[in-house]
């Protein structure tokens, strides 16, 4: 149980097109979702965290209006990079918890990887 | 801020070998810690967590504890198989790891020669 899938796996895109990232919890109803950003050779970065029908909430440095967050639903969430450059370039991972749960974990796709040209 | 310090990779032993992984962390308060798995084309696997001082988690063979006097985790295993061979990555919340965020160290990449 507690699986989580990320769409689509990798994807390719021209400068100045939007991408959209969906997040899926399979089997659990996520109550809150988080986004993390991952360059090569580097942690992960937690981007924003999101709760289903709440705006998310974004890091200090990351900006709102380039990653379009939505939560609509208990097992969706979404990613848009907006107007993608080459920098915007990584490897974006989800995960996704259940709160109503008594074990608090937050349960990770397997990430998907962006490269702008 | 909160932040994680792990050892740098790659990491080579033969099976059977002793494991450690050193962490250590800086955090406000008292945070959850956590060492997540990643095996090649898969996401994050919770290996194991523990929630405050002196608490020993343990998985599949794995354990750390917590121990606030050094603000370390490290991860220890007795004898490693080939099938550990993964990214390995130590982390923390302010909460108990489902309602924050996670603070990721930058990963140790583990090979076990057969």
């Known amino acids: 149980g507690a699986v989580v899938s990320q769409h689509p796996s990798w994807v390719i895109c021209k400068s100045g097109t939007s991408v959209k990232i969906e997040c899926r919890s399979l089997?659990?109803?996520?109550?809150?979702m988080f986004w993390y950003r991952q360059f090569p050779k580097q942690s992960l970065m937690l981007m924003a965290t999101s709760n289903e029908g709440s705006k998310a909430t974004y890091e200090q440095g990351v900006e709102k209006d380039k990653f379009l967050i939505n939560h609509a639903s208990l097992t969706l969430s979404t990613l848009t990079v907006t107007s993608a450059h080459p920098e915007d370039s990584s490897f974006y991972i989800c995960?996704?918890?259940?709160?109503?749960?008594?074990?608090?974990?937050?349960?990770f796709g397997p990430g998907t990887r962006l490269l702008v040209l | 801020g909160n932040s994680v310090t792990q050892m740098e990779g790659p990491v080579t032993l033969s099976e059977e070998a002793f494991l450690t992984i050193n962490c250590t962390y800086t955090a406000t308060g008292y945070p959850s810690l956590f060492w997540y798995v990643q095996y090649p084309g898969e996401g994050l696997q919770l290996l194991l967590k523990a929630t405050k001082a002196d608490d020993k988690g343990s998985n599949k063979g794995f354990e750390a504890t917590y121990r606030k006097e050094t603000t370390s985790f490290h991860l220890e295993k007795g004898s490693v198989q080939v099938s550990d061979s993964a990214v390995y990555f130590c982390?923390?919340?302010?909460?108990?790891?489902?309602?924050?965020?996670?603070?990721f160290g930058k990963g140790t990449h583990l090979i076990i020669q057969p």
């Open positions: 982390a923390l919340s302010d909460s108990g790891g489902g309602a924050d965020g996670l603070t």
């Open positions: 089997d659990f109803q996520a109550t809150t």
């Open positions: 995960s996704a918890s259940d709160l109503t749960r008594l074990q608090e974990t937050q349960y």
